[in-house]
């Protein structure tokens, strides 16, 4: 087999959903197109590899150093929302009723995994807390069994500062990501979250 096809179906494989049949069709997709157009997508992945950093306040992907949430006087910045990842993030936004900040924690914890607080943004969570003084925290993580384990952690933490502390709504697919949930559930859960 030709090496440089190889190593192709070999790198493609190692992204998601992409098995080793999927990975071959797409290579051979490739090489029947038009050279430009794998020119062109390489590029593209380099581009926003090199201009898409995490914004310093919550983690967001950004490409300055304050993301366009964090630094919009339009959001209510009373109001934050925690998340596990920015998928989650954009699935909110893509609800389009959540006018507030965020936080992106980078993970939840799981100590089998090795995966610590000391491993999240949750010394950053507190710092910011500290300074920007919000009225209300929203943890809104999904349903695993290590998401609730973080919420409740994160319940614990934050509790006692004077700050309303809530929870996405139960109601959410025990088990599920925040990222599948349909825009309907997902603005439902807000609305209806509870304190803790
Ligand atoms: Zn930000």
Redesign the pocket.
């Known amino acids: 087999m030709l090496q440089s096809l190889e190593e192709l179906v070999d790198a493609l494989s190692t992204l998601p959903t992409i098995g080793k049949k999927s990975a071959w069709r797409l290579a051979l997709y490739l090489l029947e197109r038009p050279e430009e157009e794998s020119v062109h997508l390489a590029n593209t992945i380099e581009k926003a590899r090199k201009k898409i950093t995490r ?1 310093s ?4 992907y ?1 490409e300055h150093n ?2 366009d ?3 919009s006087i339009a959001r209510d910045n009373t109001l934050i929302c925690i998340v596990e990842k920015p998928s989650d993030l954009f699935s909110i936004e893509k609800s389009g009723r959540y006018r507030g ?2 936080h992106v924690l980078g993970g939840v914890l799981s100590p089998l995994n090795g995966i610590t607080a000391e491993k999240l943004h949750i010394t950053q969570l507190e710092k910011r807390i500290r300074e920007s003084k919000p009225c209300e925290i929203i943890i809104a993580l999904g349903g695993s069994s290590d998401s609730e384990t973080t919420a409740l952690y994160l319940g614990r933490l934050l509790k006692n500062q004077g700050i309303r502390i809530s929870r996405l709504a139960r109601g959410l697919p025990a088990g599920t990501e925040l990222e599948y949930v349909d825009h309907i559930t997902l603005t439902q859960a807000l609305n209806e979250r509870t304190d803790i």
């Open positions: 914004c306040v919550c983690f967001n950004s304050i993301c949430i964090c630094s900040m965020y």
